[in-house]
C-alpha cells in the first residue's frame, strides 16, 4: 500500500495521466467517426502543443510567481498574453509545422478562434485549480509534520526535566540513608512506565492523568518536610474525559521546584482541579521558596514556556493561561474548553 501511494505522489506519473486523458477527450471531441482511428490521435496530439505551452507557463512561472504572491493584475495581463501566445503556436502548428511532417494526411485546424480560447481558457483554469489544490495539501502536511515535531520535541522536554528532578531527590534520601527511599523508587517507576508506555497517543483519560499526579505527590510527599502542606482538590465528574498527556507536570514540578525547596515550616502547595461537561479548570498555588543560581536561570522558565507552547499547538482558541507572581506566594490557572 505503501508503495502505491508513494507511485500515485510522483509528480511525472500525474502528469502523463492527466494528459493521456486529455489527448482521449480531445481525440474523443474532435473525431468525426464513432471509431477512434490515427488520423484522431494524431491530430489531438498536434492540438495539445499549443496546451503543453499554455499550461506549463502558467504552472511553472505565472502561478509561483504572480499568483501565489497576490500580484493579480499582472497575472491576469500575463495569462492573457500566454492565451494569445498558445493561439499563434496553434495557427503555427497547423499552417507551418503540419506540412514539413512527412505523412500522407491533409489536416488543418478547423476550430473557431472563440471555441480555441475557450478551451485554453478551461485548462488554464482546471490545471491552476490543481496546483493550487495541491499546494494546499502540501502545505498542510508540512504544517501537521512541523507541529507533531514540535509536540514531541515539547513532551521529550518534559520527561529528562521531570527525571532530572526526582533522582536528585532521590540520591539525597539515598546520601541520609532515609527509610524513604525505597518507596520514591517504587514511585518514580510507576510514572516512568506511565510516561514510555501511556502517553504516545494524542489524548489520555483524564482519570489516569490524575492518578499519576497523585503518585507524583505521593513522592514528592516522601521527599518533602512533615510541615509542608500538599493537597489536591479534585471537582466534578472525570469519567470520560481525554487530555493531552502529561499538560499539568510541568506546573505541578515548578511549584514544588521553586515553592517547598529551602522552606521549612510555611511550605505549601494547593492544587485544585474542577470537571464540568465542556470545561476543565486546572489551578496551584505555592509558597516562594529559595531558588539557587541554576534554577534562576535557562532551566526556571522550561515549565511555564512548555505549557504555554503546547496549549498554543494542541488547544488554540480553546484555552485561557493565567500566572500571577505576588510577594509571597506563585499561582496559575488553565482553563481548557474540550
Known amino acids: 500500500m505503501k508503495a502505491l501511494n508513494k507511485l500515485i505522489r510522483l509528480k511525472w506519473l500525474q502528469h502523463s495521466v492527466f494528459w493521456v486523458l486529455s489527448i482521449y477527450a480531445i481525440g474523443s471531441y474532435f473525431s468525426i467517426a464513432s471509431i477512434f482511428t490515427f488520423i484522431d490521435y494524431f491530430y489531438a496530439l498536434l492540438f495539445h502543443i499549443p496546451l503543453f505551452f499554455l499550461v506549463y507557463v502558467n504552472l511553472r512561472f505565472l502561478v509561483p510567481k504572480f499568483l501565489q504572491k497576490g500580484k493579480y493584475i499582472p497575472y491576469t495581463a500575463l495569462v492573457v498574453a500566454n492565451i494569445f501566445a498558445a493561439y499563434l503556436l496553434h495557427e503555427l502548428t497547423f499552417e507551418f509545422l503540419l506540412p514539413l511532417l512527412p505523412t500522407e494526411y491533409y489536416m488543418v485546424s478547423f476550430t473557431e478562434w472563440q471555441v480555441l480560447v475557450n478551451i485554453f481558457i478551461i485548462y488554464l483554469v482546471l490545471t491552476t485549480l490543481l496546483k493550487l489544490s495541491k499546494s494546499w495539501y502540501t502545505l498542510q502536511q508540512?504544517?501537521?509534520?512541523?507541529?507533531?515535531?514540535?509536540?514531541?520535541?515539547?513532551?521529550?522536554?518534559?520527561?529528562?526535566?521531570?527525571?532530572?528532578?526526582?533522582?536528585?531527590s532521590?540520591?539525597?534520601?539515598?546520601?541520609v540513608k532515609s527509610d524513604k527511599t525505597a518507596a520514591s523508587v517504587l514511585e518514580l517507576s510507576n510514572l516512568l512506565r506511565y510516561m514510555i508506555y501511556e502517553v504516545g497517543d494524542k489524548r489520555v483519560s483524564l482519570e489516569k492523568e490524575v492518578e499519576i499526579i497523585q503518585g507524583y505527590l505521593d513522592l514528592q510527599r516522601l521527599r518533602s518536610d512533615a510541615s509542608t502542606e500538599v493537597n489536591f482538590q479534585i471537582e466534578g465528574d472525570l469519567k470520560g474525559k481525554m487530555i493531552a498527556p502529561l499538560l499539568f507536570f510541568p506546573l505541578i514540578e515548578n511549584s514544588f521546584k521553586h515553592g517547598v525547596k529551602g522552606v521549612s515550616d510555611s511550605a505549601f502547595?494547593?492544587?485544585?482541579?474542577?470537571?464540568?461537561?465542556?470545561?476543565?479548570?486546572?489551578?496551584?498555588?505555592?509558597?516562594?521558596?529559595?531558588?539557587?543560581?541554576?534554577?534562576?536561570?535557562?532551566?526556571?522558565?522550561?515549565?511555564?514556556?512548555?505549557?504555554?507552547?503546547?496549549?498554543a499547538l494542541i488547544y488554540p482558541k480553546k484555552h485561557e493561561f493565567k500566572v500571577e507572581d505576588e510577594q509571597d506566594k506563585f499561582s496559575v490557572h488553565l482553563t481548557i474548553k474540550l
Open 142 to 168: 508540512v504544517e501537521k509534520e512541523k507541529v507533531e515535531l514540535e509536540l514531541k520535541s515539547l513532551k521529550m522536554q518534559i520527561n529528562p526535566h521531570f527525571l532530572f528532578n526526582s533522582l536528585n
Open 170 to 175: 532521590i540520591y539525597a534520601m539515598a546520601l
Open 269 to 311: 502547595v494547593h492544587m485544585h482541579l474542577k470537571c464540568s461537561n465542556d470545561q476543565i479548570d486546572f489551578s496551584i498555588v505555592n509558597n516562594k521558596g529559595e531558588i539557587d543560581d541554576m534554577e534562576a536561570g535557562q532551566y526556571g522558565g522550561i515549565g511555564l514556556q512548555n505549557v504555554s507552547s503546547r496549549l
